[in-house]
């Protein structure tokens, strides 16, 4: 008889990453739970197999946070644009989970390295509670009840249907164009997401960022054009800009990037 215990993760914030993390876990033979402010959306995570957990934050007590139990927990919620609501929320979920034995992923993202210039990697921005800086204020939290968390610093996403050069399509005289991009497939965003799981890693700040970092100004122009959308203008400027080094991630993982360039998007 086989007994083998179904691995299982629960996903704190299902949205465009979240869903497609879900959807491959559950490929791997994983079940996997995936919380959602409204339950309108809980057809869609079904769709995909994932189980909808209905979770908004904050929550009056902690003791008020039902949640499934499961062997990894992946926090990947965004600040949005109440920033200064975020550090708390990760608060409350990270005391929740202090007392469990799951393993704590986190998805933070490489802005905490605000305006430094030239190669930066994980040790150039220290988590600290007071940080102005809601991610740095966050993972502080998390890792104060989370010691042995892993976050995972996200440079800009991109894949698929979603591209940041949507964003800045027919802009004019917009500044540093440049400076180099610092941007991730969603698809190597799971893929290091699973060899954290499969690796059960813990008590890691990584960088998660493509290896090829092109100028703004050539990368969204070419994008634009292949997009078939109105080409932005740039200013020059903005050389020595910060370039987001993943060389640490890329070797405690052993891992090969599906999308080391992506000036490639939309090639093919």
């Given at each position: 008889m086989n007994t083998k215990k179904t691995p299982s993760v629960l996903i704190i914030g299902c949205g465009w990453l979240g869903k497609k993390l879900g959807a491959e876990l559950i490929s791997q033979k994983y079940k996997v739970f995936g919380t959602t402010r409204s339950s309108s959306n809980f057809s869609t995570l079904s769709g995909l197999g994932i189980n909808p957990v209905k979770l908004i934050l904050p929550v009056p007590k902690i003791d008020e946070?039902?949640?499934?139990?499961?062997?990894?927990?992946?926090?990947?919620?965004?600040?949005?644009?109440?920033?200064?609501?975020?550090?708390?929320?990760?608060?409350?979920?990270?005391?929740?989970?202090?007392?469990?034995?799951?393993?704590?992923?986190?998805?933070?993202?490489?802005?905490?390295?605000?305006?430094?210039?030239?190669?930066?990697?994980?040790?150039?921005?220290?988590?600290?509670?007071?940080?102005?800086?809601?991610?740095?204020?966050?993972?502080?939290?998390?890792?104060?009840?989370?010691?042995?968390?892993?976050?995972?610093?996200?440079c800009g996403l991109y894949g698929d249907e979603r591209h940041p050069a949507t964003h800045i399509a027919g802009r004019k005289n917009i500044s540093d164009g440049d400076a180099p991009v610092n941007l991730v497939h969603r698809d190597d965003v799971i893929q290091i997401t699973q060899k954290v799981i499969e690796g059960k890693v813990k008590h890691e700040i990584l960088n998660v960022c493509s290896t090829s970092h092109p100028p703004k100004k050539e990368i969204y122009t070419d994008i634009t054009e292949r997009m078939e959308l109105k080409k932005p203008h740039f200013l020059d400027g903005g050389e020595n800009s910060k370039v987001v080094s993943s060389e640490k991630a890329l070797k405690k993982l052993k891992v090969k990037l599906l999308h080391p360039d992506p000036a490639e998007f939309m090639k093919n």
């Open positions: 946070l039902h949640l499934p139990e499961a062997d990894t927990i992946i926090i990947s919620l965004s600040p949005g644009r109440e920033r200064e609501q975020y550090p708390p929320n990760i608060n409350q979920l990270a005391q929740h989970f202090s007392a469990k034995k799951a393993q704590v992923i986190m998805y933070s993202s490489t802005s905490v390295y605000n305006d430094l210039e030239n190669e930066v990697d994980e040790k150039d921005s220290t988590p600290y509670k007071e940080s102005p800086n809601a991610l740095l204020a966050a993972e502080a939290s998390l890792l104060e009840h989370c010691p042995d968390a892993v976050i995972l610093r996200l």
